[in-house]
C-alpha cells in the first residue's frame, strides 16, 4: 500500500509538473525601450561614453514635451563641464530612437541612441520581450554573446532605490550590466564594456538615473540658456556631420592604418568651430577597429612646419583613442585660404605606458577655410577711427579693425598663435582690405624678432585695456622694420 502511495503521490507529481510546465507564465512581464512613456514624462541621468571623448560624463536632461503622429518631441538639455546645450529631439513610437534633433545637440543624441536606447536591438514595441527572459538575443562582433536576464536586484542610484531586471553579457573577459525597472521607458543604470579586438578592457559607456517623474509644465531644468560651446562669432555655422561635412577615406604614408575622417563644417570660417570624426582600421578590413590608438591632429606651414597641435592645446603628449574611433571639437585658427592638417597616428598601446610605433604614419589633408565673420563688408562689427597717426606724407587717416581681429590677437599673446601664423594673418588682411591701417614707410634694416611689447599691446588690446590706436603702433612697427611684407 505505502509503495501504491507512492507511485500515486510520483504520478500526482509528475502531472502537475508537466501541467505548470505547458502553462503559461502568468508572472510574465513584457517590456520593450519605451513602454509606457507619455506626454510630460522626464528623465534626467549621467552619462559617459567612449566614443564622446573617450568617457568624460555629462548630464543629460529631457522632457516629453507633446506627442506626434510619428512620435514624440522632446526637450533636451545637456550639461557638458561648462557648455550648456538646449533644443528639440524628435523620437520614434514603435522605437524612440532619435529621428531628428537640433543641429547642437547632435552629438549628444548619437550618445542617446548608442546608450540609452541600445536596448531596442532586442525589444521594441511590435516585440517585446519577458523582462526576466534569460536570453533576449545576440551582440558581440559576430554576434556570438548571448544577453539576457539574471533574474531581479535592487539596484541604488541617485533617482532611488529600484527592483530591476538584471541583464548581463560577458564578451571580451569582462561582464557588462544593464539594469531595467519593469514600469520604466528607459533602463536606469548601465556598466558597459567596450567590445575590443585588442588591448585590455575599456568602458564602452555608462550611465545612471538621477531623477524621473512627470510634469504638466516644462521642469525646472528647462530654464537654461544654450551656451557657445568653443566661441567664436554667433554666425558661425553649428557642426553638422550629417548635412555639412566632409567624408573620405586615407591610408596613413606607412600603409599601416586606414583612417576615415569627417570633418564639419565643410568649409570652416576662421575664428569658428569645426568637428571632426575619426576611425582607426587595418588597411584590409573597414569593419574592424584599432584599439588603443595615440594620435595628433597638427596645422603645418606650406613648408610643413608645425603650427598647433591638439594635444598640446589640451595640455597632453597625445591622444588616446581606446576603441579606434574618436571626435575632438576646437576653434579653427588658421587663415584662409587653406589650411594644411596633418592627422599624425604616434603608435598604439595601453593609455599610460611604451607605445608601439610600428603602425605609426600620417594623413595629409587640406581643408579650405573661409574668412571670419566679421569682415569690413559688414561695418556694424568694424571699428572706425580718426587716428591720429600720421603717415609719410603727413595726412591723418582712419584706421578700420575688424572686432574679431581680438581672438587672433589675444590666441597670439597667450602663446596660441605663433608668431609667423600671426604675422601671415595680418598680412592677408592687409592685402585683401580687410583691415586698413595708415600708411608705413618700410626701414632698410629689418628687427630681428618681434618686441615684446608689440605681443603686450595686442593682448591687451584683446581684452580692452589699450586703444585701437596704440594697438595699430605695432603692426605699423612691424611693417616698418619689414616683419610684414605688403607686397609678397
Excluded at 529621428?99 to 511590435?126: E, G, H
Excluded at 533602463?187 to 564594456?193: D, E, L, M, W
Excluded at 582712419?398 to 574679431?404: A, F, G, Y
Aim: charged residues 10%.
Amino acid at each position: 500500500m505505502r509503495f501504491g502511495s507512492s507511485l500515486a503521490l510520483f504520478v500526482v507529481l509528475v502531472v502537475l509538473v508537466g501541467t505548470i510546465s505547458m502553462m503559461p507564465n502568468v508572472f510574465a512581464t513584457p517590456w520593450y525601450v519605451g513602454q509606457g512613456l507619455k506626454v510630460g514624462d522626464y528623465y534626467r541621468y549621467t552619462i559617459a561614453d567612449v566614443f564622446y571623448h573617450n568617457l568624460a560624463p555629462f548630464e543629460m536632461d529631457f522632457w516629453v514635451q507633446n506627442q506626434t503622429s510619428n512620435g514624440y518631441n522632446l526637450q533636451m538639455v545637456v550639461h557638458d563641464g561648462s557648455i550648456v546645450q538646449k533644443g528639440i529631439v524628435k523620437i520614434g513610437n514603435v522605437t524612440p530612437d532619435p529621428t531628428y534633433s537640433d543641429p547642437n545637440l547632435s552629438d549628444y543624441v548619437n550618445v542617446y541612441r548608442l546608450t540609452l536606447t541600445w536596448l531596442d536591438s532586442f525589444a521594441i514595441k511590435t516585440a517585446p520581450v519577458d523582462i526576466l527572459q534569460p536570453v533576449w538575443g545576440q551582440t558581440g562582433i559576430y554576434g556570438e554573446v548571448s544577453i539576457g536576464s539574471i533574474g531581479m536586484q535592487s539596484v541604488t542610484v541617485p533617482a532611488g532605490t529600484f527592483q530591476a531586471s538584471t541583464l548581463h553579457f560577458h564578451d571580451s573577459g569582462v561582464d557588462s550590466y544593464i539594469w531595467v525597472e519593469p514600469t520604466m521607458a528607459y533602463p536606469i543604470k548601465a556598466n558597459v564594456y567596450a567590445i575590443k579586438t585588442s588591448g585590455a578592457p575599456t568602458i564602452g559607456y555608462q550611465y545612471s538615473l538621477l531623477e524621473h517623474g512627470n510634469s504638466a509644465q516644462p521642469p525646472s531644468f528647462l530654464n537654461v540658456v544654450s551656451t557657445n560651446p568653443l566661441g567664436g562669432s554667433s554666425q558661425c555655422p553649428p557642426v553638422d556631420y550629417a548635412n555639412d561635412v566632409v567624408h573620405d577615406t586615407q591610408s596613413t604614408d606607412s600603409g599601416t592604418i586606414a583612417v576615415e575622417y569627417y570633418y564639419s563644417p565643410a568649409v570652416p570660417h576662421q575664428g569658428c568651430p569645426m568637428g571632426w570624426r575619426l576611425t582607426f582600421a587595418p588597411v584590409y578590413s573597414s569593419t574592424q577597429r584599432i584599439s588603443d590608438v595615440h594620435y595628433d591632429i597638427y596645422t603645418v606651414d606650406n613648408q610643413g612646419h608645425e603650427l598647433d597641435s591638439l594635444a598640446q592645446s589640451i595640455g597632453r603628449t597625445d591622444i588616446y583613442s581606446a576603441v579606434g574611433d574618436d571626435e575632438q571639437h576646437f576653434i579653427e585658427k588658421q587663415p584662409p585660404s587653406i589650411a594644411h592638417y596633418v592627422l599624425y597616428v604616434a603608435g598604439t598601446g595601453p593609455e599610460s605606458g611604451v607605445t608601439d610605433v610600428s603602425q605609426a604614419g600620417m594623413v595629409k589633408i587640406d581643408v579650405k577655410v573661409a574668412p571670419p565673420f566679421g569682415s569690413s563688408s559688414s561695418t556694424s562689427s568694424s571699428t572706425s577711427i580718426s587716428s591720429g597717426l600720421v603717415n609719410n606724407t603727413g595726412n591723418t587717416q582712419s584706421i578700420v579693425i575688424p572686432s574679431w581681429i581680438k581672438n587672433n590677437a589675444k590666441w597670439w599673446s597667450q602663446g596660441q598663435v605663433d608668431d609667423s601664423q600671426f604675422e601671415k594673418g595680418i598680412q592677408y588682411l592687409i592685402q585683401n582690405g580687410i583691415m586698413k591701417v595708415p600708411q608705413t614707410s618700410v626701414s632698410t634694416s629689418a628687427a630681428q624678432g618681434i618686441p615684446a611689447w608689440v605681443k603686450n599691446n595686442a593682448g591687451w588690446w584683446a581684452d580692452g585695456q589699450i586703444s585701437d590706436t596704440e594697438f595699430v603702433k605695432g603692426i605699423q612697427y612691424m611693417i616698418a622694420n619689414g616683419m610684414i611684407s605688403l607686397n609678397s
